[in-house]
């Protein structure tokens, strides 16, 4: 009788298509497991639809993302391994606080409540998006200035250019300014039960070039898990940036899971 695959959930950030994942599907199935890479609630199904109906995604806040992918991994046959980038990775700390995973991999990701470091690059990829209150409950396109140095900043721009002309979608930028004023809200959405000393292992992995997600905010995170007897693990990319996942690049990040999660016996 065959062995049950072990299933992956991949969970995209703001302003990349779920199809961003595709390589890493690939490699996760050749190496053992039943990976799956959902959009965000209401996501269309390709870039192209996703750049014509960006009201499809609108409004869309962290817990009602949180939800749509419990809801997914309810019904999975077995607890998945979350692996998420940026704003995913922050839902991939926030599902394993709950006990959702097997295992969770948060890559360079978005701040949880908790974190009060904020870069001065940070504050700059936040800007066209804070910088006006009615875009709160819309989704907004990066320019590929904006995606340049809000992702591609380690890169040579011509790959910077390609990778926002193939993955770079709206994206609903409600959970930005959850996230920015998280530390003066009660019960904000971006809180993580980092005290859970039942959930599975964490991995968080930081790029010390990031603008979007620095590393000393991932550091920051990192240090808030101290009260957890779970296993919680930093790993640090030497001149990374946030497009670690989908430039030319992305492979040594994977790998480096695929190490780790055979250390866990995963």
Known sequence: MNKLRTPVVFIHGLWLHAGSWNPWIELFRASGYEPVAPGYPGEPATVIGARNNPHAVADRGIQDVFEHYAKIIGTLPSAPILIGHSFGGLLTQKLMGEGLGLAGVAITPGQIKGVLAIPLAQLRTGLPVLRNPFNKNKAISLTKGQFRYGFGNALPMAESDELFEKWAI???VRGVFEVAFANLTFNAPSSVN?????????LLISGTADHSAPDVTTRAAF???????AVTALNQFEGRGHSLTVDHGW???ASTILTWLKEQKL
Do not use: A, E
């Open 170 to 172: 709206p994206s609903p």
């Open 194 to 202: 980092t005290k859970n000393s039942d959930r599975g292992p964490l």
């Open 223 to 229: 240090k808030l898990y101290r009260d957890s007897g």
């Open 251 to 253: 492979k040594d990040v």
